[in-house]
C-alpha cells in the first residue's frame, strides 16, 4: 500500500493548503507528530534549551555587527593611523553600516546553525530527538516562542494540521471553562482572572454602590431652577458641571 499524503488526510476546509506548499505542509506533520509526543516537563526542558540558544545567538550576533560597523573606524584611526579627510568620529559611516549588516546576516545564521548542530548531537532521548530533528535553525526564535506558550498553557499547544480548519485560524477563541473561572470567589480563580476581568468587576461593584440621586420629571436641560437636596454623599458623585451651579448660588 503506498504511503497516504498529507492532502489525502486533510480536509478540503483545511486553509493551510492556500498557504503552504506540499514541503512545507509534510514538515508541520513531522513536527506536530513528534511534538504532541511531548510531556509538560519535557516542554519546560526545551523551552529553556531554546532560550538559551536565542540569546546567546543573539549576543554574539550583536557583538559581530559592532565590531563590523566599528572596524573601519579603528583600522584607519588607531591601526594605520590616517583618517581621511572631513571625516568625524565614524569614517566611512556607509561602509561601516553594510559591514555591520552583512555580519548581522552572516553570524547569525553561521552561529545558529552551529549551536542547532551542536544540540542535535547532545540530545539523546529519543522523544526530544525527533523534536528537534523536526526544527529548523532559521526560526529558533519562532520555537521558543511556541514552547513557552504551550508550557504554560495547553491550550496553545499544536493542533494536528491534517485536521485544521478555517474556525481554528480564524474564529474566536474561548476558553470553555473560563466562566466556571471567573465566577468563583476571587482567592480561588486568582491565577486565572485577567486584569480586564477585575476592572469589570470593579465596575459594577462601584455602579452598585453609587446612591440613588433623585431625579426630577420635566427637568430644563441645565436644571437652573429646581432646588438642590443631594445629601453631601451624592454630591461626591455630581458632575463638574453640577459642582459649578451649585457654587454658584
Known amino acids: 500500500m503506498s504511503k497516504e499524503t498529507p492532502s489525502m488526510s486533510t480536509s478540503r476546509d483545511n486553509p493551510l493548503f492556500d498557504k503552504l506548499n506540499p514541503q512545507q505542509i509534510q514538515a508541520s506533520i513531522k513536527f506536530y507528530e513528534a511534538d504532541h509526543e511531548l510531556t509538560h516537563e519535557e516542554r519546560l526542558k526545551i523551552t529553556q534549551d531554546l532560550q538559551y540558544m536565542v540569546g546567546k545567538s543573539n549576543i554574539v550576533t550583536l557583538g559581530a555587527t559592532i565590531a563590523g560597523s566599528l572596524s573601519p573606524t ?21 561602509l561601516s553600516f553594510f559591514l555591520g549588516l552583512g555580519n548581522l546576516f552572516l553570524v547569525n545564521n553561521m552561529y545558529g546553525r552551529y549551536q542547532f548542530n551542536q544540540k542535535q548531537n547532545e540530545v539523546h532521548d529519543p522523544k526530544l530527538q525527533r523534536v528537534w530533528d523536526s526544527m529548523d535553525y532559521r526560526t529558533l526564535a519562532i520555537f521558543y516562542i511556541y514552547y513557552l506558550r504551550s508550557s ?6 499544536m493542533k ?90
Not at 504554560?152 to 499547544?157: T, Y
Open 152 to 157: 504554560a498553557d495547553p491550550n496553545a499547544i
Open 74 to 94: 579603528v583600522y584607519y584611526r588607531y591601526i594605520k593611523k590616517q583618517v581621511p579627510a572631513g571625516a568625524r568620529f565614524i569614517v566611512y559611516p556607509g
Open 160 to 249: 494536528d494540521p491534517r485536521s485544521i480548519t478555517r474556525e481554528d485560524i480564524y474564529g474566536v477563541k474561548v476558553d470553555p471553562n473560563m466562566a466556571e473561572k471567573v465566577n468563583q470567589p476571587k482567592d480561588t480563580y486568582s491565577e486565572y482572572a485577567t486584569r480586564w476581568n477585575e476592572i469589570r468587576q470593579e465596575e459594577v461593584k462601584h455602579e452598585q454602590e453609587l446612591p440613588e440621586i433623585k431625579k426630577y420629571d420635566n427637568d430644563d436641560i441645565f436644571d437652573f431652577d429646581k432646588p438642590r437636596t443631594e445629601t453631601s454623599d451624592q454630591e461626591d458623585h455630581q458632575s463638574a458641571w453640577d459642582k459649578i451651579r451649585s457654587s454658584s448660588r
